[in-house]
């Protein structure tokens, strides 16, 4: 069988469908038994008119990152698609529409601004979405049909996807967009001749296991409520809303309960309030949002309480780019704050991932009494993938707390020195477990203690048991050295983790001795794990999504050497490509 790997690009502008018509298109593919990397870009307002990008890879291996460059652009919006062609590969292919309802003005044709060489085929979308409809709503479902038309795809199991698209929808609505993609299909396979190499006749996919088609935020959302979740708090913020959005109707199913606040300080605050009452509860937020929640973030590592906070990072600062994705978040969430605040901090480097560290984070906060930060950005929490069904967690995952034994409480010390640093914990109403609870600096029954020595004592304490988080955590991610000595080794971080790790194999392809290395978990981090896997390699480069260098800072403070530097704020997924290419140069 032939290998399969495209990059599809839906291009218009909002409201004409193009989200809906890549989400088809994914789903499609899936079913064919492809591996699918789907991400979207739109604009920022709610109700906008401004350019939407459907990107879908579909693989017929495994894939690491969404692409950077596009076999496939086809066009909904002449004046979008013109700024888009700059992604197109050399002898990519253009689908566009060939009789738009009124003549393009001078320049305004995407067809005039399209490289020599490109392969263009003109279709009447508008024309035929009107003669399948009778409105041009269904230029997308026309579009999708060349398309399917042009590639030998199965017209038929196509037509059963749209079905499923819209089974809710009325039946009118079905049968325009169905009447709509048929009428692009038909035209296309009668008028069209091919000139392009790109076929998927004859190609079948093994059958293979059920797979799951989901985003990052649903991902958290389904792996908290697994993880016994009963309480989130939260305000709704991109790219985060839409895991209070789900929350709202699924949580309550599971005997929990969701609040909306009246913004991110008071979303931290019950939080904290449901963790110090014994609930697993957690909130989710971006940067801003993040920013706000700062002096209860020094509460939870104080006080000792339970709470998770999932930040889904975009372009910033302040408001910043609320739909375009960045890694810039690491200094806030590893090192921000008032005082020694050690706490957890999670980054998922991939969807499935997003699974794992929520159950991972519900757990680690409950057992070592302290905050758990999940970093996830606007790409992991919106790109699409169709993953394996995550295990369910067992149970050791669901009831973490360690909780006071009898004799225990006879003299109850709340906050009492042990060898890992965690305190018997008894939640409210334990007879015989009052206790007090503060953000000043406390003695271990938890009254306020200002001396130096028990300062010193205390925050001894919460170090420690940071250190022994290490000891539950994932192992890093590290790749088959092949020799003593790598030419290059990559060092990488949420999710620009899969662009790192595909282009540590496109290198090796090249004839250079690359390695890669990635840690799920960032605070505590892994230290002794890079220095080690550093120590072998020749070079080393950090690619991540901001302008600073953040994470390769903090690496150079581990290492003790110098770093080659990527770092790209283009509000785009990092590339595997981009990757590569400075490794060449290196």
């Known amino acids: 069988m032939k290998d399969i790997d495209l990059v599809i690009e839906i291009c218009g502008s909002a409201g004409e469908g193009t989200i809906s018509a890549g989400e088809i298109l994914s789903r499609f593919m899936s079913g064919q038994g492809f591996e699918i990397m789907s991400f979207d870009s739109y604009p920022a307002e ?4 401004g350019k939407c990008v459907a990107h879908t890879r579909l693989s017929s291996n495994c894939i690491y990152s969404p692409g950077k460059l596009v076999d496939v652009l086809i066009s909904l919006n002449d004046g979008h698609s013109i700024s888009q062609l700059s992604t197109l590969k050399k002898g990519g292919i253009l689908v566009y529409d060939s009789a738009p309802l009124k003549p393009h003005g001078e320049d305004k044709s995407v067809l005039g601004w399209a490289e020599p060489g490109t392969v263009t085929y003109g279709v009447p979308l508008t024309m035929l979405a009107n003669r399948a409809a009778g409105n041009s709503r269904g230029r997308n479902m026309v579009a999708l049909g060349a398309v399917v038309a042009l590639f030998h795809m199965d017209g038929q199991s196509f037509t059963q996807s749209i079905q499923a698209r819209y089974a809710k929808k009325k039946q009118v609505i079905i049968d325009a967009n169905v009447n709509s993609f048929l009428e692009g299909f038909n035209w296309t396979k009668k008028h069209i001749e091919k000139t392009d190499s790109i076929s998927f006749d004859g190609v079948i996919m093994p ?65 904290i309030g449901a963790g110090f009452g014994g609930v697993r509860a957690m909130t989710a937020t971006s940067g801003p949002g993040f920013a706000l929640m700062t002096e209860f973030t020094g509460l939870s590592v104080m006080a000792e309480v339970p709470a998770v906070i999932i930040n889904s990072q975009r372009g910033g600062p302040s408001t910043g780019i609320p739909t375009k994705t960045e890694q810039s978040d690491f200094n806030a969430a590893v090192l921000g704050g008032t005082g020694d605040c050690p706490r957890i901090v999670l980054a998922p480097i991939d969807t499935f991932s997003c699974y794992q560290a929520t159950v991972l984070g519900l757990y680690l906060a409950e057992k070592y009494q302290t905050l758990v930060v999940i970093l996830l950005d606007f790409f992991l929490s919106n790109s699409i993938r169709n993953i394996d069904i995550p295990v369910k967690p067992s ?35 334990t007879p015989g477990g009052i206790f007090f609870s503060t953000g000043l600096e406390h003695d271990e029954f938890g009254k306020p203690d ?29 790749s088959d050295f092949t020799g003593d000595m790598a030419d290059i080794g990559v060092i990488s971080w949420g999710s620009s983790a899969g662009a790192a790790q595909e282009a540590v194999m496109l290198a090796r392809k090249d004839g250079i001795d690359a390695v890669s290395f990635s840690s799920m978990i960032l605070s505590p981090f892994p230290e002794k794990a890079l220095v080690a896997f550093a120590d072998k390699c020749k070079k080393i480069l950090v690619p991540e999504l901001n302008y600073s260098g953040q994470f390769a800072n903090f690496a150079v403070h581990i290492i003790k050497r110098p770093v080659e530097r990527l770092n790209y704020i283009t509000g785009r997924p990092m590339a595997s490509e981009d990757i590569l290419e400075k490794m060449r140069q290196m």
Do not use: C, W
């Not at 989901?214 to 809303?241: C, E, H, M, S, W």
């Open 46 to 49: 709610i109700r906008g008119f």
């Open 207 to 271: 059958a293979g296991r059920e797979k799951l088609i989901i985003n990052g935020n649903q991902l958290v959302v389904r792996a908290a409520l697994d993880a016994n979740l009963k309480f989130y708090a939260g305000y709704p913020i991109t790219p985060a809303t839409k895991i209070m959005e789900i929350l709202s109707k699924e949580l309550p199913k599971n005997g929990g309960t969701l609040l909306q606040t009246e913004d991110e300080i008071a979303a931290i605050g019950a939080v």
């Open 395 to 429: 149970q050791v995952f669901l009831d973490s707390n360690i909780a006071p034994t009898k004799a225990e409480l006879e003299n109850y010390q709340r906050y009492k020195v042990t060898p890992n640093g965690i305190s018997p914990r008894a939640i409210p109403g």
């Open 450 to 478: 200002y001396s130096d020595k028990g300062h010193l004592k205390m925050t001894q304490k919460r170090f420690d048991k940071h250190s022994f988080v290490l000891e539950e955590a994932p192992a890093p991610q590290i």
